[in-house]
């Protein structure tokens, strides 16, 4: 049976939202850093404080105006009432201001915890989400992981300005009051504030927590919006190519239409929270009056009374006011945030041995031992595949699509671990070798390219942080690109666009093999890399290949057979097994798989 949408995810339970407020603790009480320890505690005295003068400063009001009504019948001078109306009402005035430089003193003592907070949580979560998986990338829309981050890292802001610094202030506040009242003048003002507070409180929580099923829906359908858009235009020549541009419009505005109508709901049922807390604050002061008038008139009390009870009620509703906003801001923001760091508890899939070693440049022999993979139990892949690469041969992969050749790639990278077999380099299980070393001693030329939106020096310069332009140039020389770059205007400064879209799928490949000649990895691993050039173009750019080659290991994954008929061993995949090895003339003379394709690849080219 399936939930319905209303219904709360784990992550919104109450149990699992103090969980996460809990868990923020570390980042707002860094350990080691005294400086915003002592900003954190400062700014909770001035919280503190300020909420006793927030009290205290209507009694200083209604003291005046008791002063100015009851003096002038007693035959004090005029002037004598004025100074001491004046000293009061300045007072009053005074701790007024003295409220605001307190929040504002807060402010700047915590402003740069808060920040520093949600820079560590962005930084944790933002390096967690590299340490995952390609499975848990692959499996997951880019733009709702983003929104998850974004709207997590904005709830921790919220959350501490909020409960810190307003609503629980403002309950501080309500017990200074109450005591205030029972304390000058009866208890019964401290039990009808109280009352008044709790039933308030209590219905703003019930009428909200019925509101927020609209809002779950709202942020489903937002999330769903903005993944559907990030993902069309991130292929948007996709979209192009099939004259898809209506059924994507359509597809977001349908997703809009859902969060319209959640939104209005929303807005519309605020009304009936907005109108009972209305009702109760209202009736609240009316009853605080209408009590402090009955004591006047018996003279147990001053007129100033009134002005004192109405000014302290209305400085503890004014941030109740907006209760209902913050209890529901404050339920959302910790879900936000559990959301947040239900990513970072994700168990990265990949993990290194405890006992992982560095690999230090190696003399790159591979060895695929036996080795079966499957992504899931129901695709299996790779079927008890074995081979060997000594160091400097190359060696290419062939076969029809499907039948695995990729997989020995990000195998290789360690992206996914093998369920059967061993794949070693120089000896060693690559599961015992730290990933981080493992990966820099290989290089890999994607069939498919894939450009950060940033200019080509910077793409091409990602393989070596650091390095200078010279370097940079060198590998674009090497790569047949160098004389293209330095005839655009803005040569290597020039913007490639998102996922490198300006350029074309030739000069984007080249980008892959100069980015790639600059990291000179001890093993390279081309994966149909000159998939996306002219004939020309390839003959230029397979001779660098050559060259770059005879000095590494090589695995190469095929498509067009002519460019490895000089390997020093060929493998010829089918449905994830070996079906045939061995040079190009042997496998060309003895039949079979191999020699089908290559007659298939004749044909097409005369074609």
Same mark, same amino acid.
């Given at each position: 049976?399936?939930?319905?949408?209303?219904?709360?995810a784990p992550e919104e339970k109450l149990s699992y939202q103090l969980k996460s407020f809990s868990r923020l603790w570390p980042y707002v009480w860094p350990k080691g850093n005294v400086g915003f320890k002592l900003r954190t505690i400062?700014?909770?005295?001035?919280?503190?404080?300020?909420?006793?003068?927030?009290?205290?400063?209507?009694?200083?009001?209604?003291?005046?105006?008791?002063?100015?009504?009851?003096?002038?019948?007693?035959?004090?001078?005029?002037?004598?009432?004025?100074?001491?109306?004046?000293?009061?009402?300045?007072?009053?005035?005074?701790?007024?201001?003295?409220?605001?430089?307190?929040?504002?003193?807060?402010?700047?003592?915590?402003?740069?915890?808060?920040?520093?907070?949600?820079?560590?949580?962005?930084?944790?979560?933002?390096?967690?989400?590299?340490?995952?998986?390609?499975?848990?990338?692959?499996?997951?829309?880019?733009?709702?992981?983003?929104?998850?981050?974004?709207?997590?890292?904005?709830?921790?802001?919220?959350?501490?300005?909020?409960?810190?610094?307003?609503?629980?202030?403002?309950?501080?506040?309500?017990?200074?009051?109450?005591?205030?009242?029972?304390?000058?003048?009866?208890?019964?003002?401290?039990?009808?504030?109280?009352?008044?507070?709790?039933?308030?409180?209590?219905?703003?929580?019930?009428?909200?927590?019925?509101?927020?099923?609209?809002?779950?829906?709202? =942020?489903?359908?937002?999330?769903?919006?903005?993944?559907?858009?990030?993902?069309?235009?991130?292929?948007?020549?996709?979209?192009?190519?099939?004259?898809?541009?209506?059924?994507?419009?359509?597809?977001?505005?349908?997703?809009?239409?859902?969060?319209?109508?959640?939104?209005?709901? %929303?807005?519309?049922?605020?009304?009936?929270?907005?109108?009972?807390?209305?009702?109760?604050?209202?009736?609240?002061?009316?009853?605080?009056?209408?009590?402090?008038?009955?004591?006047?008139? =018996?003279?147990?009390?001053?007129?100033?009374?009134?002005?004192?009870?109405?000014?302290?009620?209305?400085?503890?509703?004014?941030?109740?006011?907006?209760?209902?906003?913050?209890?529901?801001?404050?339920?959302?923001?910790?879900?936000?945030?559990?959301?947040?760091?239900?990513?970072?508890?994700?168990?990265?899939?990949?993990?290194?041995?405890?006992?992982?070693?560095?690999?230090?440049?190696?003399?790159?022999?591979?060895?695929?031992?036996?080795?079966?993979?499957?992504?899931?139990?129901?695709?299996?892949?790779?079927?008890?595949? %074995?081979?060997?690469?000594?160091?400097?041969?190359?060696?290419?992969?062939?076969?029809?699509?499907?039948?695995?050749?990729?997989?020995?790639?990000?195998?290789?990278?360690?992206?996914?671990?093998?369920?059967?077999?061993?794949?070693?380099?120089?000896?060693?299980?690559?599961?015992?070798?730290?990933?981080?070393?493992?990966?820099?001693?290989?290089?890999?030329?994607?069939?498919?390219?894939?450009?950060? =939106?940033?200019?080509?020096?910077?793409?091409?310069?990602?393989?070596?942080?650091?390095?200078?332009?010279?370097?940079?140039?060198?590998?674009?020389?090497?790569?047949?690109?160098?004389?293209?770059?330095?005839?655009?205007?803005?040569?290597?400064?020039?913007?490639?666009?998102?996922?490198?879209?300006?350029?074309?799928?030739?000069?984007?490949?080249?980008?892959?093999?100069?980015?790639?000649?600059?990291?000179?990895?001890?093993?390279?691993?081309?994966?149909?890399?000159? %998939?996306?050039?002219?004939?020309?173009?390839?003959?230029?750019?397979?001779?660098?290949?050559?060259?770059?080659?005879?000095?590494?290991?090589?695995?190469?994954?095929?498509?067009?057979?002519?460019?490895?008929?000089?390997?020093?061993?060929?493998?010829?995949?089918?449905?994830?097994?070996?079906?045939?090895?061995?040079?190009?003339?042997?496998?060309?003379?003895?039949?079979?798989?191999?020699?089908?394709?290559?007659?298939?690849?004749?044909?097409?080219?005369?074609?």
């Open positions: 049976m399936q939930p319905s949408p209303d219904t709360p400062i700014a909770i005295v001035f919280t503190l404080a300020g909420q006793f003068i927030l009290v205290g400063a209507p009694f200083l009001l209604g003291r005046a105006q008791d002063l100015v009504t009851t003096s002038l019948g007693q035959g004090l001078s005029f002037s004598a009432i004025a100074v001491a109306a004046l000293f009061l009402i300045g007072g009053y005035g005074g701790l007024k201001f003295l409220n605001v430089l307190i929040n504002e003193a807060r402010e700047y003592l915590f402003t740069p915890v808060g920040q520093h907070a949600q820079r560590s949580a962005a930084t944790a979560t933002f390096a967690h989400l590299h340490a995952l998986s390609l499975r848990f990338h692959l499996e997951k829309r880019t733009g709702g992981l983003s929104r998850i981050i974004e709207r997590g890292i904005r709830s921790i802001d919220f959350l501490f300005r909020f409960i810190l610094f307003r609503i629980g202030p403002t309950f501080l506040q309500l017990a200074i009051a109450g005591a205030a009242f029972w304390a000058v003048y009866d208890w019964r003002f401290a039990a009808i504030a109280v009352t008044v507070v709790v039933l308030y409180v209590w219905f703003t929580v019930v009428t909200t927590e019925w509101r927020l099923a609209f809002r779950r829906d709202m =942020n489903r359908q937002d999330t769903e919006a903005a993944a559907k858009a990030v993902d069309s235009l991130l292929n948007y020549e996709t979209v192009k190519y099939f004259g898809a541009e209506g059924f994507e419009t359509a597809r977001y505005d349908s997703a809009m239409e859902g969060y319209q109508k959640a939104a209005i709901k %929303s807005r519309t049922s605020l009304a009936t929270v907005n109108i009972g807390q209305a009702f109760l604050m209202q009736g609240g002061i009316i009853a605080m009056l209408l009590l402090a008038v009955y004591q006047i008139l =018996n003279g147990q009390m001053t007129a100033g009374s009134l002005t004192t009870i109405t000014l302290v009620m209305m400085q503890i509703y004014g941030p109740l006011n907006i209760l209902g906003f913050a209890y529901r801001e404050i339920k959302q923001a910790l879900t936000d945030m559990e959301k947040m760091f239900a990513l970072l508890d994700l168990k990265p899939e990949i993990t290194d041995a405890q006992d992982a070693q560095n690999l230090e440049r190696p003399a790159g022999e591979i060895i695929f031992d036996a080795v079966s993979f499957a992504y899931d139990s129901n695709r299996p892949i790779l079927d008890d595949v %074995s081979f060997t690469v000594k160091p400097g041969q190359t060696v290419a992969i062939v076969g029809p699509t499907g039948a695995g050749k990729s997989t020995l790639s990000r195998i290789l990278f360690r992206f996914y671990d093998i369920s059967a077999g061993r794949v070693t380099i120089d000896g060693r299980d690559i599961r015992t070798i730290a990933q981080d070393s493992l990966r820099r001693a290989i290089g890999i030329v994607p069939q498919d390219t894939v450009l950060f =939106n940033d200019t080509i020096g910077y793409n091409i310069g990602y393989a070596k942080p650091g390095a200078n332009q010279d370097e940079i140039e060198a590998a674009a020389r090497a790569a047949q690109i160098h004389d293209f770059i330095a005839g655009l205007p803005a040569g290597y400064d020039t913007k490639v666009g998102e996922r490198g879209l300006k350029l074309s799928g030739g000069e984007k490949q080249r980008v892959a093999i100069a980015r790639t000649l600059l990291k000179d990895p001890a093993i390279l691993i081309l994966d149909e890399a000159t %998939s996306a050039l002219d004939s020309v173009t390839e003959r230029e750019i397979q001779a660098a290949l050559d060259d770059i080659s005879r000095a590494r290991t090589t695995l190469v994954i095929a498509h067009r057979l002519s460019t490895i008929v000089n390997a020093d061993l060929i493998i010829a995949m089918e449905d994830g097994r070996i079906a045939q090895s061995g040079r190009h003339d042997e496998l060309l003379s003895a039949g079979g798989l191999y020699a089908r394709l290559w007659e298939q690849q004749k044909e097409s080219a005369q074609a």
